[in-house]
């Protein structure tokens, strides 16, 4: 079955760094855009990075433009979030989508900055 399975995230403190993994299965992983949504308590979920499935081209939201960066690799079948100098706004739920007609989920991963 389709699988996607988010991991690092946690708590830090403003301007730290953190690397979110989301490991893909059941699916032909490298035909599928790949992206990251956050969402915040109270607030819509909101996307955050794309990347398409050759890796060639990334997309961001202006709040995390030059601060994350979005990856994958398709050996491994997972796609990463880089995330740096951390702001306590970026706290949300973090998760991971795969589409290409069809749209997959992960469960989620909190991400908490806060000093």
């Known amino acids: 079955q389709v699988q996607l399975v988010e991991s690092g995230g946690g708590l830090l403190q403003p301007g730290g760094s953190l690397r979110l993994s989301c490991a893909a299965s059941g699916f032909t992983f490298n035909w599928y855009l790949m992206s990251w949504y956050r969402q915040a308590p109270g607030n819509e979920r909101e996307l955050v990075a794309s990347?398409?499935?050759?890796?060639?081209?990334?997309t961001y939201a202006d709040s995390v433009k030059g601060r994350f960066t979005i990856s994958r690799d398709n050996a491994k079948k997972t796609v990463y979030l880089q995330m740096n100098s951390l702001k306590p706004e970026d706290t949300a739920v973090y998760y991971c989508n795969a589409r290409y007609g069809n749209n997959y989920w992960g469960q989620g991963i909190q991400v908490t900055v806060s000093s």
């Open positions: 990347i398409t499935n050759t890796g060639d081209t990334t």
